[in-house]
């Protein structure tokens, strides 16, 4: 994954004049060695009032995130990480949001297999700040397969 890595990334969006930056909040480490906090503390003093989003994958990556100072903490890297691959963020009734919810102070933002209305109204009733629908309409050969497969899969040969 290559979320906003490196300051030459943040500097081209913040010369764009882009509202949020979303940046890798994984227990990876940025090029060059940095760490997350390394890489956090450079952009809050070069750029102090940009407003930042922590893509991660763990809960762990989100209580790290928050206490850094996020601006917004993003459940995007969710199961995609070989941190979190064993992790469903739907699983055991959105476990990893209620979790969040309950003990992050700073808005958490769903994304990350929000695949469905359904999937949406739920995590809307945990309590989470808002909901990033990606894959969900952006890929419609996804919605397509979605289709195909589930009229094949009661279908006779």
């Known amino acids: 994954m290559y979320i906003t890595t490196t300051m030459v990334e943040v500097e ?5 004049g882009v509202d949020i930056i979303a940046l890798d909040a ?11 906090s390394q ?8 750029f102090p009032h940009q407003k930042l989003m ?12 928050d206490k850094l100072g996020f601006d917004f903490i993003g459940t995007t890297l969710v199961g995609y990480t070989k941190q979190s691959k064993h992790l469903k963020i739907e699983a055991h009734d959105f476990e990893i949001i209620k ?5 992050l102070r700073h808005p958490i933002i769903a994304e990350g297999n929000i695949s469905t209305p359904e999937k949406a109204k739920r995590v809307m ?11 969900a309409i952006t890929r419609p050969q996804l ?3 979605t289709f195909a497969d589930a ?6 040969e």
Do not use: H, W
């Open 39 to 46: 890489f956090y503390k450079e952009i809050r003093q070069k």
């Open 99 to 103: 979790k969040a919810v309950s003990i």
């Open 26 to 36: 994984t227990s990876s480490l940025r090029p060059g060695g940095k760490t997350l």
């Open 12 to 16: 081209a969006l913040v010369d764009v």
């Open 54 to 65: 922590a893509d991660c994958s763990t809960l762990e990556e989100m209580l790290i995130a």
């Open 143 to 145: 919605i397509t397969k």
């Open 151 to 156: 009229i094949l899969e009661n279908r006779s």
């Open 125 to 135: 009733e945990l309590g989470v700040y808002c909901i990033v629908v990606g894959s």
